[in-house]
């Protein structure tokens, strides 16, 4: 009996360890975004390029540990700040690290499950397939910020070369729905 006991705990511990494998090796090698978060050498450019005005709503879909946001709340402090994350442990991390702001608000969500608001602004760092899929489903009056990737098929408003460009960024590609 107690055998049996053993081999199924192994059992079901070798499943928890190949199930967080698969997660972790979903995590890193998804198609929808890098697993790197957005140079913070960069984010004084792309704050001044979002040109955000007060009570204007800002996007940060795959937000991470939320530093971007956590820059934007500080310069904008009558802006509203909306990070999305599908990954539970960035959403935690980005969670904690933004509490202190009252103008910033973390959400636990799939990207294309999430409604945006008009007349909003969105930024992300996310991969072609993913950006195109998104701009698809916005509603109108939207302006979007993609770092470093643009949307396959699809010609930008604008697309900014960045100063002093990292080896994971270039440029900023803006799309206006």
């Not at 790197?36 to 991470?64: A, F, H, M, R, W």
């Not at 930024?123 to 698809?136: E, G």
């Amino acid at each position: 009996m107690i055998l049996f006991f053993n081999s199924l705990l192994i059992i079901i511990l070798a499943c928890v360890f190949i199930g967080l494998v698969l997660k972790i090796y979903d995590i890193i090698y998804s198609n929808e975004a890098p697993f790197v978060s957005s140079p913070s050498k960069l984010y004084p450019q792309i704050y001044k390029l979002l040109e955000i005005k007060p009570n204007q709503t800002i996007y940060d879909l795959g937000c991470g540990n939320g530093k971007f946001l956590i820059y934007c709340a500080k310069h904008s402090p009558k802006s509203n700040f909306i990070g999305i994350e599908k990954g539970l442990i960035p959403f935690f991390i980005s969670t904690f690290n933004t509490r202190r702001y009252a103008n910033i608000k973390i959400y636990y969500r799939d990207i294309n499950k999430f409604n945006i608001k008009p007349n909003s602004k969105i930024f992300v760092y996310l991969f072609p397939k993913s950006v195109t899929k998104l701009i698809h489903r916005l509603p109108k009056n939207v302006s979007l910020y993609s770092l470093n990737f643009p949307a396959k098929g699809l010609r930008p408003n604008k697309k900014v070369g960045l100063i002093n460009p990292t080896s994971i960024a270039k440029n900023l590609y803006f799309y206006k729905t």
